[in-house]
């Protein structure tokens, strides 16, 4: 298969030992599996027994090598590891998960094994995909953190530790409630913090490019997108692009804090967590990471356009109704 040129990654002359993606059935996983197989890079994509066929599919149509493994079997980590030229991770049991898979068995000890097993196969890079650190103390960023500590402290193997804020196409999406073109929206909080939401196809782009560009070798790179925008403020945009009139709930953060206070397990916990730090907002300031990694990142009023495109929605004005 002829590679295409993909920004950021150098065309490859080539092919050499595979990269390895542990979470390639996941949003951001099967993204960057896609862009590392269109740069011509020959790809190992972790799939795990029962995964459903569409995503096999998708994978193997992409001229991935499928293999077996899971976070909790440390001989299937080895196995998967050999002859890898780096791990890319990006699994998490915080929304898909199966019998036995836990923040703890995942998110720390399973990151932890294949961050062993990497050194252990003589893997020469590991990207890992966490989120930036926010002072609200729960397992899922004890876990995160554990991992990034393990491998800056790693002797033998390269790293680059990545920390993107909130996804656009999970938290701007019906998914989490936020659905302008069907005219209601849930906001976290006021709904007036800002946050740097970025595309998870800019995200899976640094993560590929990651794997291989010197540059971005033993950098912890907070990733956000080119606008700081609150929820109302993207509210605004899908209605100034045609979205028809629009109901907005509120979240109120006393509701998440008393969410987070009565949390009775690592889950609960974390999802109270992530929207309180949601409510909270994130501006990013990605020069830094753009000198590294140059590069055009997409803006939330083109996800907004390509959405209202999609479902056929033409431009009229209308006024916004706050409950
Ligand atoms: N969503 C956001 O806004 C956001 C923001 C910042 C950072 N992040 C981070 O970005 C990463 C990717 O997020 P995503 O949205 O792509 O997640 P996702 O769609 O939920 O994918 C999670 C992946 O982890 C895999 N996985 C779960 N348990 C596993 C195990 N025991 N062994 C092997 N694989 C396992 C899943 O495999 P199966 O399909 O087999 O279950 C799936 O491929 C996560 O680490 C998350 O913390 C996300």
């Given at each position: 298969?002829?590679?295409?040129?993909?920004?950021?990654l150098?065309?490859?002359?080539?092919?050499?030992?595979?990269?390895?993606?542990?979470?390639?059935?996941?949003?951001l996983?099967?993204?960057?599996?896609?862009?590392?197989?269109?740069?011509?890079?020959?790809?190992r994509?972790?799939?795990r027994?029962?995964?459903?066929?569409e995503?096999?599919r998708?994978?193997?149509?992409?001229?991935a090598?499928l293999?077996?493994?899971?976070?909790?079997?440390?001989?299937?980590?080895?196995?998967?590891?050999?002859?890898?030229?780096?791990?890319?991770?990006?699994?998490?049991?915080?929304?898909?998960?199966?019998?036995?898979?836990?923040?703890?068995?995942?998110d720390?000890?399973?990151?932890?094994?294949?961050?062993?097993?990497?050194e252990?196969?003589?893997?020469?890079?590991?990207?890992?995909?966490?989120?930036?650190?926010?002072?609200?103390?729960?397992?899922?960023?004890?876990a995160?953190r554990?991992?990034?500590?393990?491998?800056?402290?790693?002797?033998?193997?390269?790293?680059?530790?990545?920390?993107?804020v909130n996804?656009?196409?999970?938290?701007?999406?019906?998914?989490?409630?936020?659905?302008?073109?069907?005219?209601?929206?849930?906001?976290?909080g006021?709904?007036?913090?800002?946050?740097?939401?970025?595309?998870?196809?800019d995200v899976?782009?640094?993560?590929a490019?990651a794997?291989?560009t010197e540059?971005?070798?033993?950098?912890?790179?907070?990733?956000?997108?080119?606008?700081?925008l609150?929820?109302?403020?993207?509210?605004?945009?899908?209605?100034?692009?045609?979205?028809?009139?629009?109901?907005?709930?509120?979240?109120?953060?006393?509701?998440l804090?008393?969410?987070?206070?009565?949390?009775?397990?690592?889950?609960e916990?974390?999802?109270?967590?992530?929207?309180?730090?949601?409510?909270?907002?994130?501006?990013?300031?990605m020069?830094?990471?753009?000198?590294?990694?140059?590069?055009?990142?997409?803006?939330?009023?083109?996800?907004?356009?390509?959405w209202?495109?999609?479902?056929?929605?033409?431009?009229?004005?209308h006024?916004t109704r706050?409950?």
């Open positions: 298969m002829r590679s295409q040129h993909v920004e950021g150098p065309d490859m002359q080539t092919p050499k030992k595979p990269v390895l993606v542990v979470g390639a059935t996941g949003l996983g099967c993204n960057i599996v896609r862009l590392l197989r269109d740069a011509g890079r020959s790809v994509a972790v799939v027994p029962g995964a459903s066929e995503k096999r998708e994978l193997e149509a992409c001229g090598e293999v077996p493994a899971d976070l909790k079997d440390v001989d299937s980590l080895r196995a998967v590891c050999r002859e890898a030229s780096a791990v890319i991770s990006t699994a998490s049991a915080t929304v898909s998960r199966r019998e036995g898979d836990s923040i703890e068995t995942v720390r000890l399973g990151q932890l094994a294949l961050v062993e097993a990497a252990e196969a003589g893997v020469g890079h590991f990207v890992f995909v966490s989120f930036p650190p926010s002072d609200i103390d729960y397992a899922l960023q004890r995160k554990g991992v990034e500590e393990r491998l800056r402290s790693s002797r033998r193997l390269t790293w680059t530790i990545l920390q993107p996804f656009t196409e999970v938290w701007l999406s019906p998914m989490l409630g936020f659905d302008p073109v069907g005219g209601s929206v849930r906001v976290f006021t709904g007036r913090e800002r946050m740097s939401w970025i595309s998870v196809a899976a782009r640094f993560s490019a794997a291989e540059a971005l070798a033993g950098k912890t790179l907070v990733l956000g997108g080119p606008d700081p609150s929820p109302l403020n993207v509210v605004e945009i899908f209605r100034e692009l045609g979205a028809p009139e629009c109901t907005i709930e509120h979240v109120p953060e006393s509701a804090e008393a969410q987070l206070k009565g949390a009775t397990n690592e889950l916990e974390a999802y109270a967590a992530i929207m309180l730090t949601t409510a909270r907002g994130h501006a990013v300031d020069r830094p990471a753009l000198e590294l990694l140059p590069g055009k990142l997409r803006t939330v009023r083109e996800y907004a356009a390509a209202l495109q999609r479902v056929g929605v033409r431009p009229q004005y006024e706050e409950n």
